[in-house]
């Protein structure tokens, strides 16, 4: 059985009818409403504190100061903005992935007694801090060896880069045992599948059915896909992301690197996994239980409630995110994905049917595709079938393999990247 280190944290319950004599007793979780626990701050570090979800984030704990003590905060090359961060939350460590802006980073810092430094060793000493909770919101398969440091100390990673889970998701969950960390997702279909399985017996688990807007191009024909641009894929009708998972959305790979993400998290097969298309993004996801029962989460599209639920979690947290008036909404609607159109989430469905390494590969060779998309190198529909090939290619080199570690996982990434590489000369 895979590790579950999701299911590691008990929901607190108490009987609310135990009194009332011949019913039965209902348990329900003890939620409180309003900030974590007051009786100490906690200890936060945010790795990609720059970025979407790192801004959110910080965001959070900017409307509840007392409530966290920033450790450590990261970014790879806005030393200037990751220099207001770190000053605003009186963070103790700040990290620059690139060396080149150390010395933007210092002045940036001068005279505060924050402590800068930079490059990947420096990365991963901000993971090792001591806290009590790691976000991990770097994106890509950069945020790997961050994220697994984070991810040996024990602490709680709440964890936004999935790339780590498609990449090396059976190595990773390993090191979370090992060590006893705590794992909760951000991805919000995740978060949503997380709450609605609370306490769940496995065995009742029928299907989790995680939900996909569908991105800008979901009424599109394949004809005018041929020619979307980068600007086009960019602007996404529901959610305001960086720049990579906005791409993935637009070609549907997201929602396939999501079903391998679900995967290593919740305990059911892969065949138990799927997404539905709905437009509206208000369903986040849908559990079907063997008795009939689907539980699922709605939210506004705002990433600050996942990043709450993880932050808070047992509890709850205020997020001033808008509130569901389903009512004004009218109706939510749903629709099958069309995988002909959108042939990267067969792509990755493929990569998870067969295992080992194939969805690492599918991950580095997706990086690839997408950065030469925007880089006008390479065509919107190719992404597809650039990755595809790559998988192809490294199954004939013999490198879908068993990983035994985190270094067989980045011998496999830096070796689909180059042979991604190869093949864009090719388009
Ligand atoms: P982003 O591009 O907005 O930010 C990425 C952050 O990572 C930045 O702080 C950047 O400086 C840092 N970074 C980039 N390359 C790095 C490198 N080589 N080394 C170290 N740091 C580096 O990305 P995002 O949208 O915030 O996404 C972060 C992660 O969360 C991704 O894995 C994404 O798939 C996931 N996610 C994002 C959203 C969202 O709404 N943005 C939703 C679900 C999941
Ligand atoms: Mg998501």
Redesign the pocket.
Known sequence: MRPLALFSTDLDVMAVTASVPNRPVVRVPVVEFGAPDASAPMRLSV??????????TLDLVGRAPDRFEIVAL?????ARE?AVLARRHRARLAVI?DDAQLAELRDGLAGTGIRAAAG?EA?IEAALMPADCVMA????A??LR?TFAAASCGARIAL?????LVSAGHVFTAEIARSGAELLP???EHSAAFQALSGADPKAIEKIVLTASGGPFRTWAREALEAATPEQALKHPN????????I?SATLM?KG?ELIEAFHLFPVPAEALDCVIHPQSIVHCLVSYVDGSVLAQMASPD?RT?IAVALAWPKRMAAPTEKLDLARLGSLTFEAPDEVRFPALGVARAALRRGDTAPAVLNAANEVAVKAFLDRRLKFLDIAALVEATIEEAERQGAICQAHGLDDILHIDGLARRLAVEKLNGY
Do not use: F, H, Y
């Open positions: 790795l990609g504190a720059t970025g979407s979800i790192g801004k959110s990261t970014a790879q090359s806005n990751l992935g990947l990365l919101a770097i994106v890509g950069a945020g961050p936004a880069n999935k790339e780590c951000v991805d919000s959610w305001s992301m960086g720049a990579k998972v906005t993935d997201n690197l990433m996942p």
